[in-house]
């Protein structure tokens, strides 16, 4: 079973700094997945990954395969970003569902 | 933009109660999962259903649990005599391929207990 760690749990910045949440997980996996959910609960995909970079606006995602850790950065960080940052792992072929991480939860401020 | 929608948003029911909580996936995807998030927790996986039948199911998923898709729309869990710990936010996703494809969640269904 995998085990997906995250940190830090919970991360105070004020705007316009460069955040770095990080990600490790236990097994290899087929996939890995940024999730972001915000207060009301619902959670969005932001990025899923295999390997390599990808980068969406001012957020980018790395995934080192060999090493099993991944890393979300913000860059200029702004308070509409503030929310709970959440990887998730697949492990196998779609059918066994994402393992959560328990979520890093960032605030913003102005 | 394609969106996972989930009904009711919120529902409040009595320990003993039979609820059902209902998903409408995006159109064309192919698999479909409900999550479960007790407050304060991480997310965890309950089933996965492909091909109009259960593909894994967690240890979380007992008896009591049941998932159905009645038609070509419409995904449903259907949660026997609630417990008090059954409390919690229900998510259903979807996605097209399974593995390596972009999960899509419906807003959450707040099951709340009493």
């Known amino acids: 079973k995998n085990e997906v760690e995250q940190s830090p749990q919970n991360l105070t910045a004020q705007e316009g700094e460069f955040i770095t949440i990080n990600c490790s997980y236990s097994v290899g996996i087929s996939a890995l997945h940024w999730l972001q959910q915000h207060p009301g609960g619902g959670i969005v995909s932001l990025f899923m990954l295999s390997s390599g970079k990808k980068k969406h606006g001012r957020l980018i995602a790395t995934i080192n395969i060999q090493e099993k850790h991944s890393s979300l950065h913000i860059t200029a960080s702004h308070p509409r970003d503030s929310a709970v940052y959440i990887c998730a792992a697949d492990s196998g072929g779609g059918a066994d569902g994402l393992t959560f991480g328990k979520g890093t939860h960032l605030i913003i401020q102005p | 933009e394609p969106e996972v929608t989930q009904t009711p948003s919120h529902q409040v029911t009595q320990m003993g109660q039979e609820v059902i909580l209902r998903c409408v996936p995006i159109s064309n995807h192919l698999y479909f999962y409900w999550y479960r998030q007790i407050l304060g927790q991480k997310v965890e996986f309950l089933v996965s259903?492909?091909?109009?039948?259960?593909?894994?199911k967690s240890e979380i998923f007992d008896d009591q649990f049941s998932v159905e898709r009645p038609d070509g729309s419409n995904f449903t869990l259907k949660i026997r005599s609630t417990k008090l710990e059954d409390s919690a936010m229900y998510f259903c996703a979807s996605n097209l391929q399974g593995a390596i494809s972009e999960a899509f969640f419906g807003q959450g269904t707040r099951l709340t207990v009493v």
């Open positions: 259903f492909y091909n109009n039948e259960i593909s894994e």
